[in-house]
């Protein structure tokens, strides 16, 4: 996710880009962190829900109990970086992100209960057309969040 957040970042910079990630998924893409701190997209936000857990394939374990991610991300050159836990901060911190140059950073930690998180109930071509629909802005999709 954050790779095309990125791509979508850079072709259109005068669109906040926001991008919803989970810890289990930056550990394996860190290079993207570095790819972002090095590009340095204003209009970046890179929001990162932290339960400690690769939720969708069993809730094994991630390292983010010991590798701070957010720390990563302000050592790769993202220039607001925060790590919340309440749901009040996450609200301010957002919006402050919302508002500011990019690239920002927001981790947030939550629980790692996932019970039978599922599958995503959208086939793959139709969540590729409305993707691409959002992107360009295309019938409206820009003015405001997917349905899921």
Do not use: C, W
């Amino acid at each position: 996710a954050p790779a095309i957040g990125l791509g979508v970042a850079l072709a259109q910079p005068r669109r906040k880009v926001v991008v919803l990630d989970g810890d289990g998924n930056v550990l394996m893409a860190m290079g993207t962190l570095a790819t972002v701190g090095a590009l340095k997209p204003r209009n970046f936000v890179h929001i990162v829900f932290d339960n400690e857990v690769y939720g969708s394939t069993g809730n094994q374990p991630t390292l983010s109990q010991t590798v701070r991610l957010e720390q990563v991300a302000k050592a790769a050159g993202y220039k607001n970086v925060e790590r919340v836990r309440e749901l009040d901060d996450v609200v301010y911190e957002a919006k402050v992100m919302l508002k500011e140059d990019g690239p920002s950073f927001l981790l947030v930690k939550v629980s790692e209960l996932a019970e039978d998180v599922g599958r995503v109930g959208i086939e793959p071509a139709a969540m590729t057309e409305r993707f691409r629909k959002a992107a360009v802005g295309v019938g409206g999709a820009s003015a405001g969040p997917l349905p899921l």
